[in-house]
C-alpha cells in the first residue's frame, strides 16, 4: 500500500496535506480498500466552524457507510466538487483526484498529534 511521506495520517484512516494554515483531508488508500467500492460522498459542512474528531460527513460503499472525522479544528472551505458525479475517484486515486474537503486550520499545535507515514503504517500493518 502506498503511505506517502509528505503527508500526515490519523487513527481513523484520513491523511492530511499541510500547507501554512491549509489542510487538505481525504481518506488513506487503507480506508478506501476496506469500505470498498464507494457510491456515494455526502459533505456539507463548508463554511461550518468544527474541531477536531468532528463528523464532516460519510462516504457510503456498497456494503456499509462510514463516518469522516475532522482531524484538527478549524473551519472547512471547499468540498471537491467531483465527488458528486464520481465519487469513485476516491477508490482510484485517493492521494490525489478522490480529496474531500479543505479547511483552514485554527490551531496549529494540533498537527503535532498527527501520525507521519511510518506509524500509520505501523498502525495498519
Excluded: C
Aim: hydrophobic share 40%; net charge negative.
Amino acid at each position: 500500500m502506498n503511505f506517502p511521506e509528505n503527508l500526515k495520517y490519523t487513527k481513523d484512516h484520513e491523511w492530511v496535506l499541510i500547507e501554512g494554515d491549509t489542510a487538505t483531508i481525504g481518506i488513506t488508500e487503507f480506508a478506501q480498500r476496506e469500505l470498498g467500492d464507494i457510491v456515494y460522498v455526502e459533505i456539507e459542512t463548508v463554511g461550518q466552524s468544527l474541531n477536531a474528531h468532528d463528523i464532516f460527513g460519510s462516504v457510503e460503499a456498497v456494503k456499509t457507510v462510514s463516518d469522516l472525522y475532522l482531524p484538527l479544528s478549524g473551519t472547512i472551505t471547499e468540498v471537491n466538487p467531483d465527488l458528486a458525479s464520481a465519487p469513485e475517484s476516491v477508490n482510484q486515486d485517493p492521494y490525489g483526484e478522490g480529496w474531500m474537503v479543505k479547511m483552514k486550520i485554527s490551531d496549529l499545535s494540533q498537527v503535532e498529534s498527527l501520525m507521519d507515514a511510518k506509524a500509520y503504517e505501523a498502525l495498519v500493518g
